[in-house]
């Protein structure tokens, strides 16, 4: 199953993966020829014949091949690696915005963070330089084991015996490697969670003045992480080591069992020394070897955690939507009930209808539901049972962006990214005209105050509108929903931190903002309340109290 997810994965790569195997085979294949031609030539200066120039001008020749080989290979093994990586990050990517929202309620932001980041491009490092590199390193073993039995006949006898301890050996090991990695892989994520929670809540902790305990909490997880890296590290810096020795003892042992078929005559001296540096040479694709042996167990980790994220369900749309064209903006939520997992239901057989073009004020205490309604209308989350409609059409059989380029969602707290304030107002529509933008921060209240800064619409804001105060912010996202034009507008306590001036200018310019548009206002303000035809009140998820505005 790992496997075939790995293969999945270097689909995309295929080629450059195939001449990277090729080329390190080529590779291997002329590294194995240099102790034969060492050989040779320790042959012909101690025979002391003179004529050492073939071999040493064959081995130039080979060394050449190798240095261009190694380049060559160099090249494609850092430019597949940089794609493997920007492949898979863009996957993991795509993958968990297409997500629903549910998913990303039940895991850890820092788990995915650290998923996305560091642990992909371990992954994609193991598979572009480590894995293409493997069946060389094969190579290079069984070739230099296969060439010293030639030589020597014994070895023959003594590699069935050596390889399956030796395996053993590494299977052991592996194991207790793979716990580490996995709880090292567990910590670093926690890590991620913290420090982007830490820099989330710096204000309150400044504030409430929790410096030393963020900075104890914060130190024990890089602790943990810490020691469980230093396992890690140790087990590698003795593992390569002690397999080379181990394999480099079995060399010379099976050396100095050959010095006396050389005094016997049996053996020539240069089949002697190539005998030598192939012994030589295989400590190095051994200890390597090893070396993989751990990296594949950190990478089963990581592709089984990518695996349960992929094989998630993204959000998906019906086999033949529904067509929607400009909606008129009637919606209906016939006898709908919702519960969040592991919850009392928050909705209980809600039914409500909006006529199109109606200001509808949703009211009720905290937790009643409010929000969660308008979760459901975007189809974020999907009732247990009822009906939700738009224009008479269920929004089920509908595809999910043509449901969504209806409404224009103004949530509680103001989502900005770090952009211009103009970047932040395009949002609502890609292709809008500065003209536009500027019309829709009129109507939402925020052009004067936008006038009032250095540079103006080109006002960099920072990371979620650090830069901006809170009411301000809301000034922004609501221009934003306000250029979607959209057949429905919904304002979720979208002006609960304007001052005064503020709320009544945008009570006085809401006419025209609400124009042709059926809007939801969930609100406890009185002077947006006044802006309804119609409140609602919602109480533990049902409708109470439906009155007219006088
Ligand atoms: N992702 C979630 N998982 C579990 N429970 C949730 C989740 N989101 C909201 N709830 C719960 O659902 C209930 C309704 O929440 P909702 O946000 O819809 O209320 P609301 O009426 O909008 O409240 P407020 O006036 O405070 O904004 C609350 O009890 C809340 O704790």
Excluded at 396 to 417: E, G, M
Excluded at 526 to 536: K, S, W
């Amino acid at each position: 199953m790992t496997f075939a997810r790995l293969l999945d994965l270097a689909h995309p790569h295929r080629t450059a993966l195939a001449l990277m195997v090729l080329l390190t085979l080529l590779e291997a294949a002329a590294v194995l020829l240099v102790p034969a031609l060492g050989g040779w030539m320790a042959g012909e200066v101690l025979t002391a014949t003179g004529s050492f120039l073939g071999p040493v001008a064959c081995l130039l020749l080979v060394l050449t091949l190798l240095a261009l080989l190694r380049t060559t290979s160099g090249i494609i093994s850092g430019r597949t690696s940089a794609r493997v990586l920007a492949h898979l990050r863009t996957k993991v990517h795509d993958h968990l915005q297409c997500l629903p929202l549910s998913f990303h309620q039940r895991h850890s932001q820092g788990d995915l963070l650290a998923l996305s980041t560091y642990e992909i491009s371990r992954l994609g490092d193991f598979l572009a330089v480590t894995l293409a590199a493997l069946p060389a390193q094969l190579l290079t073993a069984i070739g230099a084991v296969v060439l010293m039995s030639r030589i020597d006949a014994a070895l023959a006898v003594a590699v069935p015996i050596l390889v399956p301890v030796f395996y053993l050996g590494l299977k052991m090991l592996g194991r207790h490697l793979r716990r580490i990695a996995q709880e090292h892989q567990k910590a670093e994520a926690a890590i991620v969670a913290a420090a982007s929670e830490d820099l989330a809540m710096l204000s309150a902790i400044k504030s409430f003045t929790r410096e030393s305990e963020t900075a104890r909490r914060f130190a024990e997880r890089v602790t943990v992480s810490r020691n469980l890296l230093i396992k890690e590290t140790d087990i590698y810096a003795i593992l390569g080591p002690v397999t080379s020795l181990l394999a480099g003892i079995g060399a010379v042992a099976l050396l100095a069992s050959g010095g006396g078929s050389l005094q016997s005559g049996e053996i020539s001296p240069s089949a002697m020394v190539s005998f030598f540096l192939y012994a030589a040479l295989l400590t190095r694709p051994v200890a390597e070897l090893s070396h993989v042996y751990g990296q594949v167990q950190s990478a089963k980790g990581t592709l089984s955690r990518l695996g349960a994220i992929l094989d998630t369900a993204t959000e998906s749309d019906p086999a033949t939507p529904h067509p929607l064209g400009r909606m008129r903006g009637q919606i209906t939520f016939e006898n709908v009930t919702f519960c969040y997992p592991g919850r009392d239901p928050v909705l209980r057989g809600l039914s409500l209808s909006l006529r199109p073009g109606e200001t509808l004020a949703l009211t009720g205490p905290n937790g009643a539901g409010k929000s969660t309604l308008v979760s459901l209308l975007l189809r974020l989350e999907v009732p247990e049972c009822g009906t939700i409609r738009l224009d008479g059409v269920d929004i089920r059989t509908v595809a999910l962006q043509d449901l969504r380029r209806q409404i224009a969602w103004v949530p509680q707290r103001p989502l900005l990214f770090d952009g211009s304030i103009r970047e932040n107002i395009a949002f609502g529509r890609a292709g809008a005209t500065d003209t536009e933008i500027e019309r829709a921060a009129r109507l939402a209240q925020a052009h004067d105050f936008i006038g009032d800064l250095p540079h103006g619409y080109d006002t960099e804001i920072g990371e979620h509108g650090v830069r901006l105060s809170g009411g301000q912010g809301q000034r922004i996202v609501l221009a934003r929903a306000i250029l979607k034009d959209p057949a429905i507008l919904i304002l979720d306590e979208a002006t609960s931190m304007y001052d005064l001036n503020g709320e009544t200018a945008f009570v006085a310019a809401a006419a025209a903002a609400f124009r042709d548009r059926t809007v939801i206002l969930i609100t406890h303000r009185p002077a947006t309340l006044a802006l309804a035809d119609r409140i609602v009140v919602l109480e533990r998820g049902q409708v109470v109290a439906p009155r007219t505005a006088a």
